[in-house]
């Protein structure tokens, strides 16, 4: 059954992504975590999308999930950069001046 | 099974295969390349459902431009004194393990349970093939879409420039 493969192999990858951004201490690696899980996200869409060829709406959900995808991953770069600059180092629970 | 399904069920190991191994790499490079192969697999799981279009779009978009993007920040953030090849440590294993297996084994159940070809609409979009392309892509997002379309082109413009003066605020005080 092709949309119980495509559901499965999503629930699988963004739990994947969840553990690797809970659990990785690079600051980069959660970024790709984040990734992981949008990816996923999409490949729920387009399993669901095969059946709805003529209006597309799955597709286009995914089209500005790309460009939403592209855009966080310049600013969340562009942060971890500057974390970097502040406290030498790319390891997010070294970063901890703000914790209550 | 034909070709086709090996094909398939191929490119679902691939990209699952990808996900695990990021998963448990040590290396931060390694990693971003286990990334690639994933979104690989993914985009050739948007071909097989129809929708080359966004099969293209995520091999340029994805593996274009994020995935070079994070080879940059590894580069830049790396320790000036450590290996040649990043290392990750790992922190709250056992939340993330707890987090991420409930919430997959919760999936699986739903999944599993819930019967989604007896859904109508699924039913009637089964019946029914017309034929797709990137044509109809283009008039659609020209027509129905125009206004989100319009709105991610706002929305990639302010985060371009975000990025560009945030990261510029670092190279400035280095310098």
Redesign the interface.
């Known amino acids: 059954?092709?949309?119980?493969?495509?559901?499965?192999?999503a629930?699988?990858?963004?739990?994947?992504?969840?553990?690797?951004v809970?659990?990785?201490?690079?600051?980069?690696?959660v970024?790709?975590?984040i990734?992981?899980m949008l990816?996923a996200v999409?490949?729920n869409f387009?399993?669901?999308?095969?059946?709805?060829?003529?209006l597309?709406q799955g597709?286009?959900f995914?089209?500005?999930i790309?460009?939403?995808?592209?855009?966080?991953?310049?600013?969340g770069?562009?942060?971890?950069?500057?974390l970097?600059?502040h406290f030498?180092?790319?390891?997010i629970?070294e970063a901890k001046t703000l914790q209550g | 099974m034909n070709l086709t399904e090996y094909i398939f069920y191929f490119f679902c190991l691939l990209s699952l295969a990808g996900a695990v191994y990021m998963l448990f790499s040590k290396s931060v490079i390694y990693s971003a390349f286990a990334l690639l192969t994933t979104l690989l697999g993914i985009a050739a799981l948007f071909v097989f459902a129809g929708a080359e279009f966004l099969g293209i779009a995520q091999i340029m978009i994805y593996i274009g431009g994020v995935l070079v993007l994070f080879l940059f920040g590894i580069m830049m953030t790396r320790r000036l004194n450590s290996d040649a090849l990043e290392k990750t440590g790992n922190k709250n294993l056992l939340t993330g393990i707890i987090a991420g297996g409930g919430l997959f084994t919760l999936l699986l159940i739903i999944i599993l349970k819930v019967n989604f070809l007896s859904l109508e609409w699924i039913q009637r979009g089964s019946t029914q093939k017309s034929a797709t392309g990137v044509a109809s892509i283009g008039v659609k997002l020209m027509t129905d879409y125009i206004m989100p379309f319009e709105i991610a082109a706002l929305i990639l413009l302010l985060a371009l420039i975000g990025a560009a003066v945030i990261a510029a605020r670092v190279i400035n005080r280095q310098s």
């Open positions: 059954m092709v949309l119980h493969t495509y559901l499965l192999l629930a699988a990858i963004f739990c994947l992504g969840l553990c690797v809970l659990i990785k201490k690079n600051t980069v690696m970024l790709m975590g990734e992981l990816n999409n490949l387009i399993g669901f999308s095969q059946f709805d060829q003529n597309m597709q286009f995914i089209l500005f790309l460009v939403i995808a592209a855009a966080e991953a310049a600013v770069l562009a942060i971890v950069l500057n970097y600059n030498k180092t790319a390891d629970s």
